[in-house]
Structures are given as structure tokens and as C-alpha cells.
């Protein structure tokens, strides 16, 4: 990097560690409060979801064999484990399904945040303190992953923002539990910034979410080595040899935009909480959706269908051709057939199965990628030419319909008082005394 770059990154660290220390939530406009928590409530109803499927009853089993019993709830779960296990486990389940709001970042600051003050017994008001922290600061650093869809930046490498950004997102949340001061953050900053990596490669398979655990795992591992007196450099970030050098050439718009934007304004103002509908990658979402519409316009049976064109997004939609369920959840092929087929696309359509059926899988050959195209095509036997306009993905927005989506996920999960008092809880949370008051509504009777 150059002078002109280095001088722009000047006290890049430690400008986040003062932003963590300094964050109070009674100086924050309300509508940073409000978002937190659609955000909250939206993450805790993903990872319950996930705890039914696949991925969580391979974690659960994971989490019996290995994990100590410990003072912190797995989310949707009978299980207890200690504050780092607690973390892994959670954000894992939170990013699990990939139905999350898009960017990622609640999942693990989220799971971090609650596992830091539940093992310490921090109020509510402290957790979703820490929470917005975390997410703040790691939506602050988004630019060096804003443009991997134009070739450019550490994204476009191979790099995923998960397993780079999530540490130090996650150590500076848990820091502001831990109540450190700027320079034992400054220090859980410098661990965390030496403790990423994730891979775009990942996409589609169980590893990708299992980056988002790690980080909250190993962010809270972070602020605890500081609390307790470990050292690190105080330049992780913008020094020689630091983790943008090491993800770099970036450009210098690029690194002067990190950290510029903490508190002024808020990210969950001006981008507020995107949340998803389906729970697949976001690339496949805009496809899905014109497949909704024009099955709605005119029924099509998969035998009518010679071929479906469009936009397959092979990055970062990787899997073209998915074997397993779970791969379906990074295919646009896929996600399109499913939608053709049923007319909606549902978190339990991601199952090898799925995969399996004949006129999914007939349909996934029939798909014809035709890059820029901004129109979803399906051309029948007979010649008739049905196309719908690809459209900017839509976002589920508001508490009410958020909360409608939650109960859709938990429905099956959590006993009926469980799955009433959980939103009355998150809404309120800046009022509990304690977190665990929250926690113990997201954990099962032991059987």
C-alpha cells in the first residue's frame, strides 16, 4: 500500500476498538434499537429453524460427544455448553439454513454477544448494546467485500466476508460485554484479526456456515485472552504486513471508506435489516422471484418445459448441478425448478430428496445459462416464449412480518409458550435484568 493508502488507514484499529467502548444506547437514534432487534428476532428464529434440520442434528450430535455442559443454552435445544462452545454452536445454527438477513453479520455478533453475557449474566440493555457493537463495526468494514460481483477486492479472490469480518465483529462485541477498555479491545482486535479466514468456495456446503461459528467462537475467545492480559499487535489491521495488506491490492476508495461510518450514521438506519424470504443465497433470490410471478400468471407443468434461460449467477451461486439438498441452497437451477414445480420455495425444499426427483433434476439440465440477461425465460414444447423481468430482490420488512416468519420457523421447534413469549422478550429486551431471562425461553426440557 502507498503512502497516500497508509496515511488514509491511520488508527483504522483502534478507531473500532474506541467505537465499542464508547457506544451507548440511550445516544442512539431509536430506530437503531428497533432494527436490533427485528435483526435479533429474525437470527434466533433461523437458528431454532436449523436445530430441526440436517445441519442441527449433525451440530447436536457434535455438541453431545464433545462440548462440556456449561452455563450458556443452545439455542432451540435441551443442550447447555460453555460461553466458546455456546458461540460456535449458535452462530453455526444462525447461518445454518443461510435464511439469515443478507450480509450475515447478525449471526455471529448475535450468537458472540449473547453467549459473552449469558455466561457472565449481563442484562439485556448490555447484550443488545453489544450486538449493535458488533454489527456496526463489521457492516463498517463492509466495502472490502462490496464489489466481489465486478471482479474486484479480496471476495472476487475467494475470500468470504463470514470468516474474514466475523472475528473482529464478534471479539469487539464480546469486548463490550466483558466491559474492556480501549486498549484490551484494541488487543481482542489484534487476536481476532489473525484468526480469519473463510472461503466463497464453501458455498453450498456445511462449511459456510460453520465460518460464521467460528467467528463468534473465536471472537469471544479473543476478548477473553485480552481480559485476561494476552497481548497483540496494535496495528492489525492497516500495519505492514496487516490483514488488509494481506487481502490487498484494494483501492484507495476502498480503504478510506473502512470505519468511516461508525455512529455517523448508523448502518442499521441507513441500510437497516434485510431480511430474507427464502433460504438460499442471495443470488438466487431475484430468479426465484420471477419464477413465483410467472407461474402465477400462467400454471406450467415441468413436462410443457424445453428449456428455462437466465442469469445462473455461477458465482456466487456455485452449484450449478447440486447433488444434495443442501447444495441446492447455492443453485439457481435448483431454486427455479423447486419454485416451477410448487409455486414457492420453502426452508424444507432443501433436501436430498429434493435433489433426487426426477423433474427437478430434468428441469435443472433443461436451465441455460445466458450471462447479463435481465429476464427469467421459460420457452415451452410448443414454442411458447413465457419471460418475466428480473427484479431487485424484496426484503421482508417490519416487526409484524417479521414475527410472522419467526413463528413459521419455530412453529415446530419450541413449545407454544416458548414461541409466545420469545417475541415479547426480544421486543423488551433493553428492559431484563438479566439476559438469561431471554435464554431460558430458547432452550428445551431436557428429556
Known amino acids: 500500500m502507498g503512502e497516500i493508502q497508509e496515511k488514509s488507514l491511520d488508527g483504522l484499529s483502534r478507531r473500532l476498538a474506541e467505537f465499542a467502548v464508547s457506544f451507548e444506547l440511550r445516544h442512539a437514534p431509536a430506530e437503531?434499537?428497533?432494527?436490533?432487534?427485528?435483526?435479533?428476532?429474525?437470527?434466533?428464529?433461523?437458528?431454532?429453524?436449523?436445530?430441526?434440520?440436517?445441519?442441527?442434528?449433525?451440530?447436536?450430535?457434535?455438541?453431545?460427544?464433545?462440548?462440556?455442559?456449561?452455563?450458556?443454552?443452545?439455542?432451540?435445544?435441551?443442550?447447555?455448553?460453555?460461553?466458546?462452545?455456546?458461540?460456535?454452536?449458535?452462530?453455526?445454527?444462525?447461518?445454518?439454513?443461510?435464511?439469515?438477513?443478507?450480509?450475515?453479520?447478525?449471526?455471529?455478533?448475535?450468537?458472540?454477544?449473547?453467549?459473552?453475557?449469558?455466561?457472565?449474566?449481563?442484562?439485556?440493555?448490555?447484550?443488545?448494546e453489544a450486538f449493535i457493537v458488533g454489527r456496526e463495526i463489521r457492516m463498517s468494514l463492509d466495502g472490502l467485500f462490496a464489489r466481489r460481483s465486478s471482479g474486484e477486492g479480496p471476495g472476487a479472490r475467494g475470500w468470504h466476508s463470514n470468516g474474514i469480518l466475523g472475528p473482529i465483529a464478534s471479539a469487539c462485541a464480546a469486548s463490550k460485554i466483558f466491559d474492556l477498555d480501549v486498549q484490551h479491545t484494541l488487543t481482542a482486535i489484534g487476536l481476532a484479526a489473525g484468526s480469519c479466514g473463510a472461503l466463497t468456495r464453501d458455498g453450498g456446503t456445511m462449511a459456510k456456515p460453520f465460518r460464521a461459528g467460528h467467528a463468534a467462537a473465536a471472537g469471544l475467545t479473543c476478548a477473553l485472552l485480552a481480559k485476561e492480559g494476552f497481548t497483540s499487535d496494535e496495528t492489525p489491521l492497516e500495519g505492514p504486513y496487516g490483514l488488509l495488506a494481506a487481502l490487498g491490492p484494494l483501492g484507495e476508495d476502498v480503504?478510506?471508506?473502512?470505519?468511516?461510518?461508525?455512529?455517523?450514521?448508523?448502518?442499521?438506519?441507513?441500510?437497516?435489516?434485510?431480511?430474507?424470504?427464502?433460504?438460499?443465497?442471495?443470488?438466487?433470490?431475484?430468479?426465484?422471484?420471477?419464477?413465483?410471478?410467472?407461474?402465477?400468471?400462467?400454471?406450467?407443468?415441468?413436462?410443457?418445459?424445453?428449456?428455462?434461460?437466465?442469469?445462473?449467477?455461477?458465482?456466487?451461486?456455485?452449484?450449478?448441478?447440486?447433488?444434495?439438498?443442501?447444495?441446492?441452497?447455492?443453485?439457481?437451477?435448483?431454486?427455479?425448478?423447486i419454485a416451477l414445480i410448487f409455486g414457492r420455495l420453502s426452508p424444507e425444499d432443501f433436501t436430498d430428496e429434493r435433489a433426487r426427483d426426477r423433474w427437478v433434476r430434468s428441469l435443472i439440465e433443461r436451465c441455460r445459462h445466458a450471462p447479463g440477461l435481465k429476464s427469467l425465460v421459460v420457452c415451452l414444447n410448443d414454442g411458447t416464449r413465457l419471460s418475466e423481468p428480473i427484479r431487485r430482490a424484496g426484503n421482508i420488512k417490519g416487526w409484524e412480518k417479521v414475527h410472522e416468519k419467526f413463528n413459521r420457523c419455530v412453529g415446530d421447534v419450541l413449545p407454544d409458550r416458548q414461541r409466545a413469549m420469545l417475541p415479547d422478550l426480544v421486543a423488551h429486551l433493553e428492559e431484563l435484568p438479566s439476559v438469561r431471562e431471554l435464554t431460558k425461553s430458547l432452550c428445551l426440557p431436557t428429556s
Open 255 to 337: 480503504l478510506d471508506s473502512l470505519g468511516k461510518d461508525l455512529g455517523a450514521p448508523y448502518d442499521l438506519v441507513t441500510r437497516g435489516v434485510e431480511v430474507k424470504q427464502f433460504a438460499s443465497c442471495t443470488a438466487t433470490h431475484a430468479a426465484v422471484e420471477a419464477m413465483l410471478r410467472l407461474v402465477q400468471k400462467r400454471a406450467v407443468q415441468p413436462s410443457e418445459v424445453n428449456f428455462i434461460e437466465c442469469d445462473l449467477r455461477p458465482y456466487p451461486a456455485l452449484r450449478t448441478c447440486p447433488q444434495r439438498g443442501f447444495e441446492g441452497r447455492f443453485s439457481v437451477p435448483f431454486c427455479v425448478a
Open 32 to 128: 437503531v434499537l428497533e432494527n436490533a432487534k427485528i435483526a435479533a428476532l429474525d437470527c434466533l428464529g433461523v437458528a431454532i429453524l436449523a436445530v430441526s434440520q440436517e445441519i442441527g442434528h449433525v451440530l447436536l450430535s457434535y455438541a453431545r460427544a464433545n462440548c462440556s455442559t456449561g452455563p450458556c443454552t443452545v439455542w432451540g435445544s435441551s443442550v447447555t455448553a460453555n460461553s466458546r462452545d455456546a458461540a460456535f454452536l449458535n452462530g453455526t445454527l444462525a447461518h445454518g439454513l443461510d435464511f439469515d438477513d443478507r450480509g450475515h453479520a447478525s449471526t455471529y455478533t448475535l450468537a458472540s454477544a449473547i453467549a459473552a453475557a449469558e455466561c457472565c449474566n449481563a442484562s439485556g440493555a448490555a447484550t443488545i
